[in-house]
């Protein structure tokens, strides 16, 4: 099926690596122009080079919680390609700890983090977005917005705001044309948790921890997901041909999820 994203614009926050750098790809593959940012530009230009997309992609050095930084790469995606049909909020990480451990600063610069990478990009595409025919957002969240977990306080209580958040923008929206959704993500296998398995210092290969941790966190399909698993279901919700989806949230997990809404 034509997903009909062929010569739309869409914003990726975060698109140098993992879930981010696979959404890039599957976008390209559509037909779509795509304008990515990150912090570490040599490590977007290392992408950029892999992904060899010419002139439909487009790299910027940006930090999603700087406001000004975030309206000058929506900016100059909107110069380069004259439109924005979309916007992927998935710029970010997660905080690995308990309560104990968890000190004023780092609830405040998650919640820093989790919300400006929201809001920020929002403000600054709104306008384009307003003027599309077929204008959607999708919020990269995890399933822990509706199954906290201990050893990610501040994570948890983050997500399940944005999640919160992002049914409130699904309603203001609708009035401009703008879908809103969210896709819940349990356990995909990127640098998150190749870099936690190097700090683990458990001596299992990389296939033996992860198996471990399947087993561990309970994942009904025995494995983690891979990257473009959960791109598939962002750019299904990109797509004009989701047009009736809004508000609405799509686990990618494997079966971790244990409630049923
Ligand atoms: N992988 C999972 O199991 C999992 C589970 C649930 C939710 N998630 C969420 O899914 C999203 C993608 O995760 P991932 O696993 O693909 O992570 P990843 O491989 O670590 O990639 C994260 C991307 O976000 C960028 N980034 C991080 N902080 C940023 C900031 N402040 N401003 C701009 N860019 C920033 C990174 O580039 P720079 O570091 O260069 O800025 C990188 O491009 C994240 O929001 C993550 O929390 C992931």
Request: with cysteine; glycine share 12%; proline share 2%.
């Amino acid at each position: 099926m034509d997903l009909g994203l062929a010569d739309r614009t869409v914003l990726v926050t975060g698109g140098s690596s993992g879930v981010g750098l696979a959404t890039v790809r599957a976008l390209l593959g559509e037909g779509a122009n795509v304008a990515t940012c990150g912090r570490d530009t040599a490590r977007l230009a290392e992408a950029a080079a892999r992904l060899d997309a010419g002139d439909r992609l487009l790299t910027a050095g940006c930090d999603v919680r700087d406001a000004d930084a975030v309206h000058g790469f929506v900016q100059r995606a909107a110069d380069r390609f004259g439109r924005i049909d979309g916007l992927v909020n998935n710029a970010g990480q997660s905080r690995m700890k308990r309560l104990e451990e968890t000190t004023a600063e780092d609830w405040r610069d998650e919640l820093e983090l989790k919300f400006a990478g929201v809001l920020h990009p929002l403000r600054a595409a709104r306008p384009h977005l307003r003027a599309s025919d077929a204008a959607s957002v999708v919020n990269v969240n995890a399933v822990l917005a509706k199954q906290p977990e201990p050893r990610l306080v501040t994570t948890s209580a983050a997500r399940a705001g944005i999640l919160n958040l992002s049914k409130s923008l699904a309603a203001e929206l609708a009035a401009d044309g703008v879908r809103v959704n969210s896709v819940c993500l349990g356990l995909i296998d990127t640098g998150q948790w190749t870099r936690r398995h190097a700090a683990d210092g458990s001596g299992l290969t990389y296939p033996e921890w992860q198996a471990r941790l399947a087993a561990d966190r309970g994942i009904a399909l025995g494995r983690l997901g891979r990257a473009e698993e959960a791109a598939y279901a962002i750019v299904t919700l990109l797509s004009p041909r989701a047009s009736y989806i809004t508000g609405t949230a799509i686990d990618v997990c494997g079966g971790v999820g244990r409630g049923i809404l």
